[in-house]
């Protein structure tokens, strides 16, 4: 099993920045295809962005694009997602995603494993 634990939501103006933290634990890192995902309150959850396990491909929502930048760190485990030119409508849940599979995807079903969240709250 792999467990995964988010770090770094909180409130933040718009037009701001904040990084999110994805620490994973359980499996070896570098075999994990890593993504974020994010639902907004009445909404179902939608991609953000992804990125293989070699750091080498990433993809992200037209919605985020030259905004956010997926990166990974594997001495530490960890998947960042830094965000940029914050929107309200960024305002959301951030969930922290992992696949076995070597390939980025925007499917939540191909991933098999989840973190718990952070909330992420953008005001006007």
């Known amino acids: 099993q792999v467990q995964l634990v988010e770090t770094g939501g909180g409130l933040v103006q718009a037009g701001g920045s904040l990084r999110l933290s994805c620490t994973a634990s359980?499996?070896?890192?570098?075999?994990?295809?890593m993504g974020w995902f994010r639902q907004a309150p009445g909404k179902e959850r939608e991609f953000v962005a992804t990125?293989?396990?070699?750091?080498?491909?990433?993809k992200y929502a037209d919605s985020v694009k030259g905004r956010f930048t997926i990166s990974r760190d594997d001495t530490l485990n960890t998947t960042y997602l830094q965000m940029m030119s914050l929107k309200p409508e960024d305002t959301a849940v951030y969930y922290c995603?992992?696949?076995?599979?070597?390939?980025?995807?925007?499917?939540?079903?191909?991933?098999?494993?989840w973190g718990q969240g952070t909330q992420v709250t953008v005001s006007s």
């Open positions: 995603s992992a696949r076995l599979g070597p390939a980025v995807s925007e499917s939540q079903s191909t991933y098999d494993y």
């Open positions: 359980g499996r070896t890192f570098t075999r994990l295809t």
């Open positions: 990125i293989d396990r070699r750091g080498s491909m990433t």
